[in-house]
T-cell receptor, first 116, second 115 residues
Framework: AQTVTQSQPEMSVQEAETVTLSCTYD???????LFWYKQPPSRQMILVIR??????QNATENRFSVNFQKAAKSFSLKISDSQLGDAAMYFC?????????????FGKGTKLTVNP | GAVVSQHPSWVICKSGTSVKIECRSL??????MFWYRQFPKQSLMLMAT?????????EQGVEKDKFLINHASLTLSTLTVTSAHPEDSSFYIC???????????FGEGSWLTVV
């Protein structure tokens, strides 16, 4: 079974600084997707960034970028120029859409605090 | 972007009663919907996968007779918590996708409190 591990229950960063959230996963699949979701206090799940496993290039979305190391099964999220609005729970997730089903497996999450 | 709506956002019910939560895809036809449960300060746990017109596939440990899932149309899936007990109190969230899209859209979630 696929598993996703986030080893940092909590992280903090100063406003305008950079922070990296860690994620590792375990799978025997060769074709899969990896995601980072943000969950603010409202509980709405917000997609931050997505990476296709077959793409070697790391995905980026404005201040958010990932370091995808397929051989090491590592998928870390870097947040640059941190803003107060970045404070939230961050979940790493995995999906291997065999047969058209995008079932997500989530890590336990990392609570990010941004200090002014 | 695609929108998924859940209703109700908050519901309080008495122990022993049943409560229904709806998940609607507003601007696309969802071939597959997923139901998750999230306990306080914990991650999302998949309860079941629901494909339109067929029976839901439940994850191990989820009681299918207690958590009834119906996906009768391409835009609506419902989760019914039957004979609810206080331990069923939780945050329930659905997600939806359509075949080949490779993108998952989440609803806003529903808080259930059983008293």
């Amino acid at each position: 079974a696929q598993t996703v591990t986030q080893s940092q229950p909590e992280m903090s960063v100063q406003e305008a600084e950079t922070v990296t959230l860690s994620c590792t996963y375990d799978t025997s699949e060769s074709d899969y997707y990896l995601f980072w979701y943000k969950q603010p206090p409202s509980r709405q799940m917000i997609l931050v960034i997505r990476q296709e496993a077959y793409k070697q290039q790391n995905a980026t979305e404005n201040r958010f970028s990932v370091n995808f190391q397929k051989a090491a099964k590592s998928f870390s999220l870097k947040i640059s120029d941190s803003q107060l609005g970045d404070a939230a729970m961050y979940f790493c997730a995995y999906s291997a859409p065999q047969g058209g089903s995008e079932k997500l497996v989530f890590g336990k999450g990392t609570k990010l605090t941004v200090n002014p | 972007g695609a929108v998924v709506s859940q209703h109700p956002s908050w519901v309080i019910c008495k122990s022993g009663t049943s409560v229904k939560i709806e998940c609607r895809s507003l601007d696309f036809q969802a071939t597959t919907m997923f139901w998750y449960r999230q306990f306080p300060k914990q991650s999302l746990m998949l309860m079941a996968t629901s494909n339109e017109g067929s029976k839901a596939t439940y994850e191990q440990g989820v009681e299918k007779d207690k958590f009834l899932i119906n996906h009768a149309s391409l835009t609506l899936s419902t989760l019914t918590v039957t004979s609810a007990h206080p331990e069923d109190s939780s945050f329930y969230i659905c997600s939806a996708t359509f075949h080949g899209r490779n993108t998952i859209y989440f609803g806003e979630g529903s808080w259930l409190t059983v008293v």
